[in-house]
């Protein structure tokens, strides 16, 4: 099928393209990489009467890392993120987890930010954005303002955004020297979405663990950051118990039946995730404290179950 037909905008400034939505309201809709939204045109599950292209727009397509953040603009490719050295450096979790963002040729046009705005609970981005307790910038007729991602992400592909108002950058938060990270997920081929994934965040303070959260991706109907440090403050990186944080892993996630798995498949692999990155990034930070950087090794498929069938 085709798109119902539309007026194409191409602004070169974010005045202009501000300027536009503000004309259009909710008949406009942003148009970045089209990964996501061409599509859902091209089905006609929506038929916006303009689309307000921003590739033309000048200056969102930096990366650039502060003193506390990366900051990444509107039009940086996922690929161009994932190969960003200094994002990297400065926040390793990017790269390890851009990897599995789709395949190469749909990151290397599809946008961070705007996987971001599209907020699906089975992207990535979002759950990265949720962990870090990022920041999306944002621009509209009424000025400039900035929304911290628990007030961003309202719903399954519904966030706070309004219809006249461009996202024009992201901000991931650095999460210091003592915090190690790690992400995992399992999806039917390399690429794919995800059945399961999992982001973890553990702080070790003074030998111990003093922070632990996570963030999911395919099986919370919004994208969000789970705090499990109360199921394991305080003990040493190499002999906790990740399972004490099943009770709240569980509670947590509200995964759903559909073609590819169970409802009751992904939660399982949900929690088996967790474990894995929680002990990942307890290492991470040990390591990191040890004055080792950054770790550049994937997670190796061990221990996870198939679905109806043993450990693989
Ligand atoms: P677009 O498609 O241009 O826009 C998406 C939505 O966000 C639209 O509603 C648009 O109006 C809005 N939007 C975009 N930018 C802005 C902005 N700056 N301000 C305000 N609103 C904005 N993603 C994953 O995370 N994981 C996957 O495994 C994955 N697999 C994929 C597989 C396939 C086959 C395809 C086609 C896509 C896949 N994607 C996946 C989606 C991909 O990551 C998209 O790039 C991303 O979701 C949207 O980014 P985009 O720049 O293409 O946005």
Redesign the pocket.
């Given at each position: 099928m085709k798109p119902a037909p539309f007026v194409h905008h191409a602004p070169r400034t974010v005045e202009e393209a501000v300027e536009v939505l503000g004309q259009v309201g909710h008949d406009g809709?942003?148009?970045?990489?089209?990964?996501?939204?061409?599509?859902i045109l091209n089905m006609r599950l929506a038929s916006p009467g303009h689309l307000v292209d921003?590739n033309g727009v000048a200056g969102l397509d930096e990366v650039a890392v502060t003193a506390d953040a990366v900051r990444v603009g509107?039009l940086v490719r996922?690929a161009r993120l994932e190969r960003d050295d200094p994002a990297y450096a400065a926040t390793p979790l990017l790269r390890r987890v851009l990897r599995h963002?789709?395949?190469p040729v749909?990151r290397n046009?599809?946008?961070t930010?705007?996987?971001i705005?599209?907020a699906?609970p089975?992207?990535?981005?979002p759950a990265v954005l949720a962990l870090t307790e990022g920041v999306v910038e944002v621009a509209g007729p009424r000025g400039r303002r900035e929304i911290p991602c628990h007030d961003f992400f309202l719903g399954a592909l519904e966030t706070s955004?309004a219809p006249d108002e461009?996202?024009v950058a992201v901000r991931f938060p650095l999460l210091g020297a003592h915090t190690g990270t790690a992400f995992a997920e399992r999806a039917r081929r390399h690429?794919?979405?995800?059945l399961a994934g999992v982001a973890a965040a553990v702080t070790v303070d003074d030998g111990v663990v003093s922070s632990a959260r996570l963030s999911f991706v395919s099986v919370t109907d919004v994208p969000g950051a789970l705090d499990v440090t109360e199921a394991v403050r305080g003990q040493e990186p190499d002999e906790v118990d990740w399972s004490a944080c099943d009770d709240l892993v569980r509670g947590h996630l509200a995964p759903e039946d559909d073609i590819h798995a169970t409802a009751e498949y992904r939660a399982m692999l949900a929690a088996r995730l967790a474990h894995l990155t929680l002990a990942e990034a307890a290492a991470d930070a040990v390591a990191l404290q040890a004055g080792s950087g950054p770790r550049h090794r994937e997670h190796e498929a061990v221990g996870v179950p198939r679905e109806g069938g043993p450990a693989a």
């Open positions: 809709k942003v148009l970045a990489g089209g990964q996501s939204l061409i599509p921003i509107a996922h963002v789709a395949h749909i046009r599809g946008t930010v705007g996987s705005a599209h699906d089975a992207g990535e981005m955004l461009l996202a690429g794919d979405y995800a």
